[in-house]
């Protein structure tokens, strides 16, 4: 079965500075995808970033980009130029795509930006 | 709509009572997604429906838990005889055809179910 393990429950940077938010996952399928996603205070999930598991060139969206080890399962999303709206639970999720876009979810990190 | 849409945002409950959630999502979003968010977890996949039909249930907890969608749109999520395990958020999702948009779910608020 697929899994998905965040291992630092919080995180904290400050304001303008570079966080780095870890995941790791486990599968036996060569095809799959990988996302963060953002779940801020008013609970509403955001999907922040998605990279695609051929690719070997690692997504980015403006200040955040990811760093995807295939090899090792390792998949951690790094935040440059923090910001006070950045503040937020971010939940690491694997799919493999299919017929469904089943997400299976790590247990999130909480950010908290110190100004 | 704009957006995912879940009501009531919050519920509380009594012990043994039943309880409906709802979720409108986003119009012509076929796939649509619940989910589980309890304190301190992640989130828990319960259901996935595409059209009216539920091809992935293997999420709900138990029997007490069933969903369903009508017209390819609004889907109500009940849950009988509640328990006090039963308090958490609940998440609904939308999202086109999977093989268009491979992982990018739409999420709603929430609804936030407490059991007393």
């Known amino acids: 079965a697929q899994t998905v393990t965040q291992s630092q429950p919080e995180m904290s940077v400050q304001e303008a500075e570079t966080v780095t938010l870890s995941c790791t996952y486990d599968?036996?399928?060569?095809?799959?995808?990988l996302f963060w996603y953002k779940q801020p205070p008013s609970r509403q999930m955001i999907l922040v970033i998605r990279?695609?598991?051929?690719?070997?060139q690692n997504a980015t969206e403006n200040r955040f980009s990811v760093n995807f080890q295939k090899a090792a399962k390792s998949f951690s999303l790094k935040i440059s130029d923090s910001q006070l709206g950045d503040a937020a639970m971010y939940f690491c999720?694997?799919?493999?795509?299919?017929?469904?876009?089943?997400?299976?979810f790590g247990t999130g990190t909480l950010l908290a930006v110190q100004p | 709509g704009a957006g995912v849409s879940q009501s009531p945002s919050n519920k509380v409950t009594e012990k043994g009572k039943d309880v409906e959630l709802r979720c409108d999502p986003i119009?012509?979003?076929?796939?649509l997604y619940w989910y589980r968010q309890s304190l301190g977890q992640g989130l828990e996949f319960l259901i996935y429906?595409?059209?009216?039909?539920?091809?992935?249930k293997s999420g709900l907890p138990s029997d007490r838990f069933s969903a369903e969608r009508t017209g390819g749109s609004v889907s109500t999520l009940t849950i009988q005889r509640t328990q006090q395990e039963d308090s958490a958020v609940y998440l609904c999702?939308?999202?086109?055809?999977?093989?268009?948009?491979?992982?990018?779910?739409?999420f709603g608020e929430g609804s936030r179910l407490t059991v007393l």
């Open positions: 999720a694997y799919s493999y795509g299919g017929a469904t876009n089943k997400l299976i």
């Open positions: 599968t036996s399928e060569s095809d799959y995808y």
């Open positions: 990279q695609e598991a051929y690719k070997q």
């Open positions: 119009s012509g979003h076929t796939a």
């Open positions: 429906f595409q059209g009216n039909s539920a091809p992935d």
């Open positions: 999702a939308s999202s086109l055809t999977p093989r268009d948009q491979p992982g990018e779910l739409f």
